[in-house]
């Protein structure tokens, strides 16, 4: 017997990075279910990949006006935002995931990230300093802290919490590739991020459809088009 078409898009969109058949699945999985929250958040991710902005956010509204009070939604509908540079709206959307659960972590340091694009700089601070508070100096908060950091300009403090990050990886614990990348992208160093980025790659790390709408790889696609591009053509990613 074949599984329901909508269990079947995470992988085939995250980790076989087929995205004309998760494009034709999502449609699928809404036929079926139309009032399936996460089936639209897919298929809101899978036009983002595609380039189809003005779409993808009309499935995150609905996703969002369907089950309001719903975290992850919420979560996923300012992650979508921050893809799309729309800090603002991010920063808002995961205030009100906040409202409903106060002090959890991810929504603190997601929403220290987009206050820093914004230009919030010192409310970036506050919001890491809460997930701080949270926690500890774990790898989820380095990466965070070598975003903020840079992009507050204090590169010697994004440079630091790169190579805290990084020793934790050396001395055995996982770290993702991804977050490695991410945080030595911002931290300047170009040439580590596109080798964890290369990683990332061979891991099939299911963050690999956004390298290319990721705002922290922005200076990369500038300075090293080249071999970004090469490595978005090697996932398959609409151009």
């Not at 779409?55 to 979508?80: C, F």
């Not at 100096?137 to 990050?165: C, F, H, K, M, Q």
């Not at 990683?199 to 071999?227: N, R």
């Amino acid at each position: 017997m074949q599984m329901p078409c909508h269990t079947w898009v995470p992988s085939t969109f995250f980790y076989d990075w087929d995205f004309v058949r998760a494009s034709l699945m999502a449609k699928q999985a809404l036929e079926i279910k139309p009032q399936y929250e996460m089936a639209m958040i897919l298929a809101a991710n899978v036009n983002l990949v595609h380039g189809h902005y003005e779409k993808s956010q009309v499935l995150v509204d609905r996703a969002i006006s369907t089950d309001p009070l719903n975290v992850g939604i919420l979560m996923n509908g300012g992650d979508i935002l921050i893809l799309q540079r729309r800090f603002g709206e991010a920063i808002n959307c995961l205030s009100q995931a906040l409202e409903l659960q106060p002090g959890m972590r991810p929504a603190l340091l997601r929403l220290a990230l987009a206050r820093a694009f914004n230009g919030q700089h010192q409310a970036a601070t506050e919001s890491l300093s809460s997930a701080l508070g949270q926690g500890k100096e774990d790898a989820s908060y380095l990466e965070y802290r070598a975003i903020t950091e840079a992009l507050a300009g204090r590169p010697a403090e994004s440079v630091r919490a790169a190579n805290a990050l990084e020793a934790l990886a050396d001395h055995g614990k996982r770290i993702l590739p991804w977050s490695l990348a991410r945080a030595w992208a911002m931290a300047g160093n170009f040439e580590k991020a596109m080798d964890c980025l290369k990683l990332a790659f061979d891991t099939q790390s299911s963050s690999i459809p956004f390298l290319g709408l990721t705002p922290v790889f922005d200076p990369m696609m500038t300075k090293m088009h080249t071999e970004m591009r090469l490595l978005m053509d090697k996932a398959g990613l609409p151009g």
